[in-house]
Nanobody, 127 residues
Framework: QLQLVESGGGLVQPGGSLRLSCAAPGFTFDYYAIGWFRQAPGKGREGVSCITSSGGSTDYADSVKGRFTISRDNAKNTVYLQMNSLKPEDTAVYYC????????????????????WGQGTQVTVSS
């Protein structure tokens, strides 16, 4: 089973930046769409962004559009989430997840579709 490992979380001041990474050590995830999700304290998990297996299509939650950028390097089996202009409301545990799919023209941040999940990485935005 595909195993995912997130990294790059931490404490950052409002307006700052972080880059999260999602790696699949020992696996080739060329055929997996990848999603980033987050769960803030006391709230349900929500979709943040997703990217198709080829990287040709992406989608973002309205709350992060224009601030976050998802990308992938299939040669390194890694997906990135560049987060800029961070706000306190971005504070959450961030998870990456993978779904095996042949769909290339779009990705959907539908949690139930994603069968493999990482353990999460904490992002805290605070002064």
């Amino acid at each position: 089973q595909l195993q995912l490992v997130e990294s790059g979380g931490g404490l950052v001041q409002p307006g700052g930046s972080l880059r999260l990474s999602c790696a699949a050590p020992g696996f080739t995830f060329d055929y997996y769409a990848i999603g980033w999700f987050r769960q803030a304290p006391g709230k349900g998990r929500e979709g943040v962004s997703c990217i198709t297996s080829s990287g040709g299509s992406t989608d973002y939650a309205d709350s992060v559009k224009g601030r976050f950028t998802i990308s992938r390097d299939n040669a390194k089996n890694t997906v990135y989430l560049q987060m800029n202009s961070l706000k306190p409301e971005d504070t959450a545990v961030y998870y990456c997840a993978a779904v095996l799919t042949t769909v290339q023209n779009t990705c959907v941040m539908k949690q139930v579709d994603f069968g493999s999940w990482g353990q999460g990485t904490q992002v805290t935005v605070s002064s």
